[in-house]
C-alpha cells in the first residue's frame, strides 16, 4: 500500500536530481566576452544582423547596473557562468535517434509519455540546443509553423522573426535582458495563422544539465487574427553546489480576436537564479492567459506581463508559488491597458514554508485612453510556520476616471481551529494541514495542465497536494 506524503522532507526530488555524464558536451569557457559572443554567434550560424545585435546587447549590459530593489542575487558571478554548452548531438525529428542518455533524461521527465497521449508537438532543449523537435502531421497541416529559433532565424520565416526578435523585450529593458540578447541560444518559434485553432497544446520543455551553466532560450509566438493556442513551457534541473542561471525570454504577439494560453511549470532546483522575462502584446478582441507553477530556484524575479493595446483586449494571470527553505521568490505580473473596454484579472496562491520567502508584486497601469477599463488583482499568501515570510507589493497607477480597478490581498497562516476540527474529525495532525493547503491551492493548480505531462503532475501532487505538514 502506497502511504500518501504528508511532510515537505519526503518529497522524493530524484526525478530531477539525476545528472547525466557531460563528456561528450562542448562547452564555452565562463565568463562574458566580446570573444564568447562572437563564438557563440558562430556556433549558431547567426545571420549578419544577429551577430551585430549580441554584440550590441553585450555592450549595453556591461554599462547596466544589477538590479537592487529585489532578492540579493549576490551569489551569482557572471564570470564563473558558462553561456553556452552544446550536447554531442543535432536535433533530431525522430525520438528514436535522440542519443540514449539524453533520451533517458526526457523518459525519466514523461516528455514522451505525455506527447503520446496529448501534445500536438513537442521540443525538448537540452542545456544550450534544441536536441528534439516533432509535429503532428495534422497540425503542420493547418499551416502552423513550430520549430527551432535557429532554423526559424535562417527558414522561410526569417523575416518574420527579425521584424519581431527582442521588440517586445528590449536589450535596454533590464540587466538580464541585456545578457539575454548576447548570448541566447536555443527556444522556440511559433506562428498560427490566421483563423487556425490549434486544437491540442504545443510544449517546450527545457532541461539545463551542466552544473554552473546558463540558459537562455528565446521563445518567440505569433498567433495571428482568429487563431487560438494553448503552449505548455516545462523547465527542470539537478542540484550542484554552483550556482546556475536562468534568463530565458518569451515574446507573445496575440493577433486581432486571437487567443493564446501560456502555461509554465518551472521546477528550477534550488541553486538555480531564475531571471526570466516573459511579455505579450494584445490587439482588439484578443485574449492573453497565463498559468504559472514556480516550484523550484534559489531566487527568483519573474513577473510575466502583458500589454493590452487593442480595443476589447483582456488578460488573466493565474499563478502558484511554493518557496520553501533557502528559497527566496520573487513572483507576480503586470499590465498595462493603452485601449478602451480592456480587461485584465491576475489570481495568484502562495505558499511558504521552512524560512522560505514569497514575495508578489503587481502593476497595473491603465492610460488615459482606456476608457471603460477593468482590472482585478487577488493575491493570497498562506505561511506554514513562524519562520516564513509572505510580502504583497501592489503597484496601480491610472490614469483615467472611467476605469474599474480593485485589488484584494489575504496572508495567514493555517488556523489551529481548522486543524482541530479536521481533527476532531478522525484525521491526523498531518493529514489536516495537508488538506487544508491542498484546499488553497486547488482553484489555481486546477488551471494547470495537469493531464498533459506526468513531470507536471509529480509536482502538483509532491509540493501540494499532502506533501505539505
Same mark, same amino acid.
Given at each position: 500500500?502506497?502511504?500518501?506524503?504528508?511532510?515537505?522532507?519526503?518529497?522524493d526530488?530524484?526525478?530531477?536530481?539525476?545528472?547525466?555524464?557531460?563528456?561528450?558536451?562542448f562547452?564555452?569557457?565562463?565568463?562574458?566576452?566580446p570573444?564568447?559572443?562572437?563564438?557563440?554567434?558562430?556556433?549558431?550560424?547567426?545571420?549578419? #544582423?544577429?551577430?551585430?545585435?549580441r554584440?550590441?546587447?553585450?555592450q549595453?549590459?556591461?554599462?547596466?547596473?544589477?538590479?537592487?530593489?529585489?532578492?540579493?542575487?549576490?551569489?551569482?558571478?557572471?564570470?564563473?557562468i558558462v553561456?553556452?554548452?552544446?550536447p554531442?548531438?543535432?536535433?533530431k525529428?525522430k525520438?528514436?535517434?535522440?542519443?540514449e542518455?539524453?533520451?533517458?533524461t526526457?523518459?525519466?521527465l514523461?516528455?514522451?509519455?505525455?506527447?503520446?497521449?496529448s501534445?500536438a508537438?513537442?521540443?525538448?532543449?537540452?542545456?544550450s540546443?534544441?536536441?528534439?523537435?516533432?509535429v503532428?502531421?495534422?497540425?503542420?497541416a493547418?499551416?502552423v509553423?513550430?520549430?527551432?529559433?535557429?532554423?526559424?532565424?535562417?527558414?522561410?520565416?526569417?523575416?518574420?522573426?527579425? $521584424?519581431?526578435f527582442m521588440?517586445?523585450? $528590449?536589450?535596454t529593458?533590464?540587466?538580464?535582458?541585456?545578457?539575454? =540578447?548576447?548570448? #541566447?541560444s536555443?527556444?522556440?518559434?511559433?506562428?498560427?495563422?490566421?483563423g487556425?485553432?490549434?486544437?491540442?497544446?504545443l510544449?517546450?520543455?527545457?532541461?539545463?544539465?551542466?552544473?554552473?551553466?546558463?540558459?537562455?532560450?528565446h521563445?518567440?509566438?505569433?498567433?495571428?487574427?482568429?487563431a487560438?493556442?494553448?503552449?505548455?513551457?516545462?523547465?527542470?534541473?539537478?542540484?550542484?553546489?554552483?550556482?546556475?542561471l536562468?534568463?530565458?525570454?518569451v515574446?507573445?504577439?496575440?493577433?486581432?480576436?486571437?487567443r493564446?494560453?501560456?502555461s509554465?511549470?518551472?521546477n #528550477?532546483?534550488?541553486n538555480?537564479?531564475?531571471?526570466?522575462? $516573459?511579455r505579450?502584446?494584445?490587439?482588439?478582441?484578443?485574449?492573453?492567459?497565463?498559468?504559472s507553477?514556480?516550484?523550484?530556484?534559489?531566487?527568483?524575479?519573474?513577473y510575466?506581463?502583458?500589454?493590452?493595446?487593442?480595443r476589447g483586449?483582456?488578460?488573466?494571470?493565474?499563478?502558484?508559488?511554493?518557496?520553501g527553505?533557502?528559497?527566496?521568490l520573487?513572483?507576480?505580473a503586470?499590465?498595462?491597458?493603452?485601449?478602451p473596454?480592456t480587461?485584465?484579472?491576475?489570481?495568484?496562491? *502562495?505558499? @511558504?514554508?521552512?524560512?522560505?520567502?514569497?514575495?508578489?508584486?503587481? *502593476?497595473?497601469?491603465?492610460?488615459?485612453n482606456? $476608457?471603460n477599463?477593468? @482590472?482585478?488583482?487577488?493575491?493570497?499568501?498562506?505561511?506554514?510556520?513562524?519562520?516564513?515570510?509572505?510580502d504583497?507589493?501592489?503597484?496601480?497607477?491610472?490614469r483615467?476616471?472611467?476605469?474599474?480597478? =480593485?485589488?484584494e490581498?489575504?496572508?495567514?497562516?493555517?488556523?489551529?481551529?481548522?486543524?482541530?476540527?479536521?481533527?476532531?474529525?478522525?484525521?491526523s495532525?498531518?493529514d489536516a494541514?495537508?488538506?487544508?493547503?491542498s484546499?488553497?491551492?486547488?482553484?489555481? @493548480?486546477?488551471?494547470?495542465?495537469?493531464e498533459?505531462?506526468?513531470?507536471?503532475?509529480?509536482l502538483?501532487?509532491?509540493?501540494?497536494?499532502?506533501?505539505?505538514?
Amino acid at each position: 500500500m502506497n502511504e500518501e506524503k504528508t511532510y515537505v522532507e519526503d518529497v522524493d526530488r530524484s526525478i530531477y536530481d539525476f545528472k547525466d555524464d557531460e563528456k561528450d558536451a562542448f562547452k564555452l569557457s565562463a565568463g562574458l566576452t566580446p570573444a564568447i559572443v562572437e563564438q557563440i554567434s558562430r556556433e549558431k550560424h547567426d545571420p549578419a #544582423w544577429m551577430q551585430l545585435f549580441r554584440l550590441q546587447s553585450l555592450q549595453i549590459y556591461q554599462n547596466m547596473r544589477v538590479p537592487d530593489w529585489g532578492p540579493s542575487i549576490e551569489g551569482l558571478n557572471m564570470d564563473n557562468i558558462v553561456t553556452y554548452v552544446r550536447p554531442n548531438t543535432g536535433m533530431k525529428a525522430k525520438w528514436s535517434d535522440v542519443p540514449e542518455d539524453i533520451k533517458n533524461t526526457f523518459e525519466r521527465l514523461g516528455i514522451p509519455q505525455a506527447e503520446r497521449k496529448s501534445l500536438a508537438g513537442v521540443g525538448a532543449q537540452y542545456d544550450s540546443e534544441l536536441v528534439y523537435h516533432n509535429v503532428r502531421e495534422e497540425v503542420a497541416a493547418q499551416g502552423v509553423v513550430y520549430t527551432d529559433m535557429e532554423s526559424a532565424l535562417t527558414g522561410p520565416y526569417a523575416d518574420m522573426v527579425k $521584424k519581431h526578435f527582442m521588440k517586445l523585450v $528590449k536589450p535596454t529593458d533590464h540587466k538580464f535582458a541585456a545578457l539575454h =540578447g548576447a548570448v #541566447w541560444s536555443g527556444g522556440s518559434f511559433v506562428y498560427v495563422p490566421k483563423g487556425v485553432k490549434v486544437e491540442i497544446p504545443l510544449q517546450s520543455y527545457f532541461r539545463l544539465n551542466a552544473p554552473g551553466a546558463g540558459q537562455f532560450e528565446h521563445t518567440l509566438i505569433i498567433v495571428d487574427e482568429g487563431a487560438d493556442l494553448h503552449f505548455i513551457e516545462g523547465c527542470s534541473a539537478p542540484k550542484y553546489n554552483v550556482a546556475n542561471l536562468h534568463a530565458g525570454c518569451v515574446e507573445l504577439f496575440v493577433g486581432k480576436n486571437a487567443r493564446l494560453r501560456y502555461s509554465t511549470i518551472e521546477n #528550477w532546483s534550488k541553486n538555480m537564479y531564475n531571471l526570466n522575462t $516573459k511579455r505579450a502584446v494584445v490587439d482588439e478582441g484578443g485574449v492573453i492567459e497565463w498559468v504559472s507553477g514556480s516550484f523550484g530556484s534559489h531566487v527568483s524575479y519573474l513577473y510575466p506581463m502583458s500589454i493590452l493595446n487593442g480595443r476589447g483586449s483582456r488578460m488573466e494571470f493565474t499563478g502558484i508559488t511554493f518557496a520553501g527553505k533557502g528559497q527566496n521568490l520573487d513572483t507576480g505580473a503586470k499590465v498595462v491597458h493603452n485601449a478602451p473596454d480592456t480587461s485584465s484579472y491576475i489570481n495568484t496562491r *502562495s505558499i @511558504s514554508k521552512d524560512g522560505g520567502i514569497s514575495t508578489f508584486r503587481s *502593476s497595473v497601469v491603465v492610460g488615459k485612453n482606456a $476608457k471603460n477599463a477593468k @482590472s482585478s488583482v487577488s493575491c493570497q499568501s498562506l505561511m506554514l510556520d513562524s519562520i516564513s515570510r509572505s510580502d504583497t507589493i501592489p503597484a496601480m497607477d491610472i490614469r483615467t476616471k472611467d476605469a474599474n480597478v =480593485g485589488h484584494e490581498a489575504q496572508i495567514g497562516s493555517i488556523s489551529d481551529e481548522a486543524v482541530f476540527y479536521l481533527m476532531s474529525r478522525g484525521m491526523s495532525e498531518e493529514d489536516a494541514r495537508a488538506y487544508i493547503v491542498s484546499g488553497f491551492a486547488d482553484n489555481v @493548480s486546477k488551471e494547470l495542465p495537469l493531464e498533459y505531462a506526468v513531470e507536471m503532475n509529480n509536482l502538483i501532487r509532491l509540493e501540494m497536494k499532502g506533501s505539505i505538514g
